[in-house]
């Protein structure tokens, strides 16, 4: 008797053992939308569930908490200049925003004080994305201005920017930059950074250091044309990561515009291809969701995938720019003219 009980246990020890979690599905979704008039907004940080910050097209950012608009600057300026802002990054204490074109306009919003940190003029500037390691080091991104990349690092949490020379960064191809689809196209996770671009390259860049050194990965993803590329890209941990993208002008045609990594970005597989979301503005993981659920959107409407993103479901057919995930069960998106609280499970 006691030696049956004992191989019963067994049994019933291997069966707990190997039941899988059935994936979940997404059966239920909400859309709570804030108007932001005259307004395209492609950056967004999230604060906490309730509270995300927003950087838009007429100089204007603000904060959405709760059911409430919180404006904190309406339309700043800089002599004559209104910053069209995509890049938008968070440190415990302050708030950065960057414009895309020329002037390059970086400022600090501080205990309620807006400077201007950083001024860059060439005809050829155009910064994409933003993000912080920590307090103290950040990193910027844009295209070429020579032959590399524009790379902005500052070291003191925001006051001082300073440029990388080219000789200290891998040289880009012709006709390779970046999108500002998103504030996506720089994924940071501890001291590593991942930058992606687009165009007749689409590759990743990796540093490992902070921005100190670099390396660079070619990627399957569909390049050879200014409007081809990497858009997007999210990691999960410092191995698995996703990157996303297409060709704007062709938002509904097939194309290889979604890949994965499992070695920190050194090589990349296809997924989902030839298959719906066609083009990606902005692709990010559900959190604790051990890399198996994401989110990707763009003007074609919010795609969900539940297995790492090699297949998707459309949940939406409302269009966005960008996404931030704060929960399992939470998200908030950006568009022309409004931010979303996306409620979904």
């Known amino acids: 008797m006691k030696k049956l009980l004992f191989i019963t246990s067994i049994i019933i020890t291997l069966t707990a053992c190997t039941k899988t979690e059935k994936p979940r599905e997404i059966t239920q979704i909400s859309l709570e939308k804030y108007k932001i008039d005259s307004s395209s907004i492609r950056a967004i940080e999230i604060i906490n569930d309730s509270t995300v910050v927003y950087a838009g097209s007429r100089g204007d950012l603000g904060v959405v908490r709760g059911n409430e608009i919180i404006p904190i600057a309406s339309k700043i300026k800089t002599d004559t200049i209104v910053p069209h802002f995509r890049s938008l990054a968070l440190t415990e204490s302050d708030i950065f925003m960057l414009s895309i074109a020329n002037p390059a306009l970086l400022y600090r919003n501080t205990e309620n004080r807006i400077e201007l940190v950083y001024k860059e003029d060439n005809e050829k500037v155009f910064y994409d994305a933003m993000k912080f390691f920590d307090d103290l080091n950040g990193i910027a991104m844009g295209d070429p201005v020579d032959n590399c990349l524009s790379i902005l690092i500052t070291r003191d949490g925001g006051t001082t920017w300073n440029k990388v020379k080219c000789e200290f960064l891998p040289e880009i191809e012709p006709g390779e930059a970046a999108f500002a689809a998103s504030n996506t196209n720089i994924v940071v996770k501890g ?10 390259r689409a590759r990743v860049f990796h540093s490992s250091d902070m921005g100190r050194t670099w390396n660079v990965y070619n ?127």
Not at 191 to 200: E, L, R, S
């Open 219 to 345: 990627t399957p993803i569909i390049e050879g044309k200014e409007t081809t590329g990497i858009y997007t890209a999210a990691f999960y941990n410092n191995k698995q990561g996703i990157i996303c993208g297409g060709d704007y002008l062709n938002k509904f045609g097939e194309s290889a515009n979604k890949a994965i990594t499992n070695d920190g970005g050194k090589t990349w597989s296809l997924v989902a291809e030839n298959s719906a979301p066609h083009y990606v503005s902005c692709v990010q993981y559900v959190p604790n969701s051990e890399g198996k659920e994401l989110f990707a959107v763009s003007t074609n409407g919010i795609f969900f995938s539940n297995n790492s993103g090699e297949n998707w479901k459309k949940v939406s057919d409302e269009g966005f720019y960008s996404i931030r995930i704060a929960n399992k069960n939470t998200a908030w998106l950006s568009g022309n003219e409004v931010i979303a609280k996306l409620n979904f499970n």
């Open 191 to 200: 001291k590593n950074a991942w930058i992606v671009t687009g165009g007749k």
